[in-house]
């Protein structure tokens, strides 16, 4: 089975500063999928980004991009020139990509959460 | 685009009542998920459709859940009997297969609480 840790329950930092969140899983598998979701309070889950095993390349989204370090089994999130609006948790997940060969799926797996506030 | 949407948004029922919630998944997607989210935790994966078929349930699925999927549209969960356990915010998220198959998108959830 797979896990996933974030080990920071909670962070906070200054509106433009750069944050970063960490998360690091288990698995025994080789391809797989890893995201990070947004939850901003008593709103609905959104993706962030996605970052794909196989590729080498680190995932950028605008002020988002990781650093995926695979041997590691780290995935950490930073976040550049932080917004107000960035205030949210933040949650890791994982998933493998075996559901796709038709082999069952056991649905994401996703981390406790960091709740990010960016303070003004 | 409508995203995925879930009805009702919130819910509040007396222990031992059974509760039926329902999700609407984007509508090009075949894949559904439910997930279990708990206050202070991340979600907790529930059940998995592909079209209307039922490929994945949880461990966490007790015998008083069920789901289904009928013609491959949207999703129903119902709970019988339901236990002060069972509070929580039930999301549903969809995906489609192909390329770029694994992304969930997910809807706002129903917040159960039981009395």
């Known amino acids: 089975a797979q896990t996933v840790t974030q080990s920071q329950p909670e962070m906070s930092v200054q509106e433009a500063e750069t944050v970063t969140l960490s998360c690091t899983y288990d698995?025994?598998?080789?391809?797989?999928?890893l995201f990070w979701y947004k939850q901003p309070p008593s709103r609905q889950m959104i993706l962030v980004i996605r970052?794909?095993?196989?590729?080498?390349q680190n995932a950028t989204e605008n002020r988002f991009s990781v650093n995926f370090q695979k041997a590691a089994k780290s995935f950490s999130l930073k976040i550049s020139d932080s917004q107000l609006g960035d205030t949210a948790m933040y949650f890791c997940?994982?998933?493998?990509?075996?559901?796709?060969?038709?082999?069952?799926?056991?649905?994401?797996?996703f981390g406790k959460g960091t709740h990010l506030i960016i303070q003004p | 685009d409508t995203g995925v949407s879930q009805d009702p948004r919130h819910k509040i029922t007396k222990r031992g009542q059974n509760v039926t919630f329902r999700c609407d998944p984007i509508?090009?997607?075949?894949?559904l998920y439910w997930y279990r989210q708990t206050l202070g935790q991340g979600p907790e994966f529930l059940t998995y459709?592909?079209?209307?078929?039922?490929?994945?349930k949880s461990r966490l699925l007790s015998d008083r859940f069920s789901a289904e999927r009928p013609k491959g549209s949207f999703s129903t969960l119902e709970i019988q009997r339901t236990e002060q356990g069972d509070s929580a915010m039930y999301l549903c998220?969809?995906?489609?297969?192909?390329?770029?198959?694994?992304?969930?998108?997910f809807g706002p959830g129903t917040r159960l609480t039981v009395l």
């Open positions: 998220a969809s995906s489609s297969q192909g390329v770029r198959t694994d992304t969930q998108y």
């Open positions: 698995t025994s598998e080789n391809n797989y999928y």
């Open positions: 970052q794909e095993a196989y590729k080498q």
């Open positions: 997940a994982f998933i493998s990509t075996i559901m796709y060969s038709g082999g069952g799926a056991d649905g994401l797996t």
């Open positions: 509508s090009e997607h075949n894949r």
């Open positions: 459709f592909q079209n209307e078929a039922q490929l994945e």
